[in-house]
């Protein structure tokens, strides 16, 4: 009888255990008190290299619960081996490049970052091995010896692509410099304007207790120009930064009450309805560059949108 009910108290130790385990693995991955996740591959927002961590998101594949940890472990394969250098370029990582040349030479570099630059921007191309000659192309082509030669500063009039090489008799020709470059512009009626620099300015008036600064930003034929009006209430020789909205309250501070787009012949314009011209600055005096970004509806309810990057000449017209 005692031997009965032993069996009987370890048959039902047993099932507790069991039930408690299968309570355990009911709530191992997305319940309250969760021990356990399967997570699934980072989707990174920085990515880890051999010298740093990186950031990202990742998600459980079982429950989609999210890793409250955000830092990816450091990837001690993910080396910087640009321009076929001969060991990692990271400083702190001394790894030799397994693919490296010693007979290649060394890509160009342009001194000018890639993306939007001002109309007529400079862009200087170099190597670092001493008497390579550097061809280039700008029509997006692959360059060759036998490509224009690279002799000075390139200048950036239009949308471009420049590719280059570099050739060194007896050496391995370079990998291939790729930088891509887009001048301001704005778009009106599906057509689209290209701004010219020598014809951007503003200027400025008095007028009681608020002072005025038209803008005119004039594509690069000469045909159409934009032009807005911003208010402020102090005077000032330059235009100001931030966004201006269109407000018709002339005491309304850093807003415009006043645009339109018009050829640059006769006297036929188009008003502005609604829109937005945010400025921002970098630099000071005659040598700063105002990137303007222009996102405008008119009355005839099409837009004009677009941006300009570059210097602006400064008319005083308060006499």
Known sequence: ??????????????????????????TACGG??????????????????????????????NCGATDPNTTIPINPDN???????????????DVDNPTYKSNEVAAPT???????????????????????????????????AGSTEYTGSIDVDEDMTIKAIAVKPGMTDSNV?????TVPAYTYDSTTYTFAQSNMFFYGYYQGVVNGVWLRLRDVDEEWYLGFEMLVEQPNERLLAGTYTLN?????PITFGHGRIEPTIGNTFIELVSGTVEVSISGTGDTAIYTIVVD?????SKTAT????????????SN
């Open 306 to 317: 677009g941006t300009y990057k570059g210097t602006l000449i400064w008319e005083d017209l």
């Open 32 to 61: 309250d008190d969760c021990t356990s996740h399967t997570w699934g591959a980072w989707n990174e927002t920085t990515a880890p290299t051999c010298i740093a961590t990186g950031t990202g998101t990742r998600v459980c594949t």
């Open 1 to 26: 009888m005692k031997m009965k009910k032993k069996q009987g108290l370890f048959i039902a130790l047993i099932a507790v255990i069991a039930i408690g385990f299968a309570g355990l693995s009911l």
């Open 110 to 144: 342009a001194d000018l970052v890639e993306g939007l630059v001002a109309i007529g921007a400079k862009v200087t191309l170099s190597t670092t091995t001493a008497a390579a000659t550097i061809y280039y192309t700008t029509d997006n082509s692959v360059p060759t």
């Open 177 to 181: 410099l790729t930088a891509v470059y």
């Open 248 to 252: 018709e309250d002339y005491d309304t």
């Open 296 to 300: 405008c509806t008119f009355e005839n």
């Open 79 to 93: 080396h910087d081996f640009s321009n076929n250098a001969e060991e990692c370029r990271r400083e702190g990582c």
